[in-house]
């Protein structure tokens, strides 16, 4: 089956999951076993036990995501699944780099676990957060952070045409939320994060992973992946280099990125990894668009 691969990022973790996976793939079993190695500690029986608390930190989430991502990608190639272009939400940008063959899945592994510290450490030394806006579209938005002016507030995360999630100091964003329902929002949802992610309060982060960025090998891109910052495709590796960095601080594109891959090279979509929150999106931007699951490749 020929598809778009779609990978999903921070906040579709939950404890358990890969464990059917692996008690039913080998090629699942040998993934996770690789990721231990990887990282030197148990980060199989972290996914699959718990407890929680650990695996919601977010140097351990990152991680335990993109195993559990490309775990479920190599059974599903044993079952036929072939990716013709890929994408990802976020830290789901770097499992749909492994897909296409630019990092290998030990760097990626690595280099989440060091974005998922780096990101933790830039909202230490300036705490941020961030809210969902529903029901206003991503002109409005920025508008809304734009008229704010005592502190940072922009878009984070551009999910769907009526789902929009903005970054930056608290105030900032408080004073947004107002305005947002002042001006017909549906629902202003404050979210439970350790820093404004996706903003330019992330700049230490940034910096950080340019730095480990130069030291991982870095391919041609084997397919094509449609980045976050850009919504375009990146497939060479100083360019793949700087959107990884350039990521963490710039709002995630994802309505765009779909609204691409949708053009080229099309459909089908299917989302590999743990959770549904992609295919919910999907709906959101494009009821016509056809996403599959894994279960599909055995119908």
Same mark, same amino acid.
């Given at each position: 089956?020929?598809?778009?691969?779609?990978?999903?990022?921070? @906040?579709?973790?939950?404890?358990?999951?890969?464990?059917?996976?692996?008690?039913?793939?080998?090629?699942?079993? #040998?993934?996770?076993?690789?990721?231990?190695?990887?990282?030197?500690?148990?980060?199989?029986?972290?996914?699959?036990? @718990?407890?929680?608390?650990?695996?919601?930190?977010?140097?351990?989430?990152?991680?335990?995501?993109?195993?559990?991502?490309?775990?479920?990608?190599?059974?599903?190639?044993?079952?036929?699944?072939?990716?013709?272009?890929?994408?990802?939400?976020?830290?789901?940008?770097?499992?749909?780099?492994?897909?296409?063959?630019?990092?290998?899945?030990?760097?990626?592994?690595?280099?989440?676990?060091?974005?998922?510290?780096?990101?933790?450490?830039?909202?230490?030394?300036?705490?941020?957060?961030?809210?969902?806006?529903?029901?206003?579209?991503?002109?409005?938005?920025?508008?809304?952070?734009?008229?704010?002016?005592?502190?940072?507030?922009?878009?984070?995360?551009?999910?769907?045409?009526?789902?929009?999630?903005?970054?930056?100091?608290?105030?900032?964003?408080?004073?947004?939320?107002?305005?947002?329902?002042?001006?017909?929002?549906?629902?202003?949802?404050?979210?439970?994060?350790?820093?404004?992610?996706?903003?330019?309060?992330?700049?230490?982060?940034?910096? @950080?992973?340019?730095?480990?960025?130069?030291?991982?090998?870095?391919?041609?891109?084997?397919?094509?992946?449609?980045?976050?910052?850009?919504?375009?495709?990146?497939?060479?590796?100083?360019?793949?280099?700087?959107?990884?960095?350039?990521?963490?601080?710039?709002?995630?594109?994802?309505?765009?990125?779909?609204?691409?891959?949708?053009?080229?090279?099309?459909?089908?979509?299917?989302?590999?990894?743990?959770?549904?929150?992609?295919?919910?999106?999907?709906?959101?931007?494009?009821?016509?668009? #056809?996403?599959?699951?894994?279960?599909?490749?055995?119908?």
């Amino acid at each position: 089956m020929k598809t778009v691969v779609l990978c999903p990022g921070q @906040g579709s973790q939950f404890v358990g999951m890969g464990k059917e996976l692996a008690e039913s793939s080998a090629a699942a079993r #040998e993934t996770f076993q690789e990721a231990n190695e990887a990282l030197g500690f148990d980060l199989q029986t972290l996914l699959f036990e @718990g407890p929680e608390d650990e695996l919601t930190q977010t140097k351990n989430t990152q991680p335990a995501i993109l195993a559990h991502t490309i775990a479920a990608y190599r059974d599903a190639q044993e079952r036929g699944l072939v990716a013709t272009a890929a994408a990802g939400h976020s830290l789901g940008e770097y499992s749909a780099y492994v897909i296409a063959k630019s990092l290998s899945f030990e760097d990626a592994l690595r280099l989440v676990r060091i974005r998922g510290e780096l990101m933790y450490d830039a909202g230490l030394s300036r705490p941020g957060t961030m809210a969902a806006i529903l029901g206003l579209d991503a002109s409005a938005v920025e508008e809304i952070c734009a008229s704010v002016s005592d502190g940072v507030v922009c878009p984070a995360n551009i999910n769907s045409p009526a789902q929009v999630v903005i970054s930056g100091d608290p105030s900032a964003v408080e004073a947004a939320m107002k305005v947002a329902s002042d001006k017909g929002a549906k629902r202003v949802v404050p979210l439970n994060v350790s820093g404004a992610f996706h903003s330019p309060l992330m700049e230490p982060a940034a910096n @950080g992973l340019r730095d480990a960025l130069r030291e991982v090998e870095v391919q041609t891109a084997a397919i094509p992946v449609v980045a976050n910052a850009t919504a375009q495709v990146v497939q060479e590796p100083d360019a793949i280099r700087e959107s990884l960095a350039q990521q963490v601080l710039s709002p995630v594109r994802w309505n765009a990125s779909v609204v691409q891959l949708a053009k080229d090279p099309g459909g089908p979509f299917m989302e590999v990894g743990p959770g549904k929150v992609l295919r919910g999106l999907m709906r959101a931007i494009d009821r016509s668009l #056809e996403v599959k699951t894994l279960a599909d490749l055995d119908a």
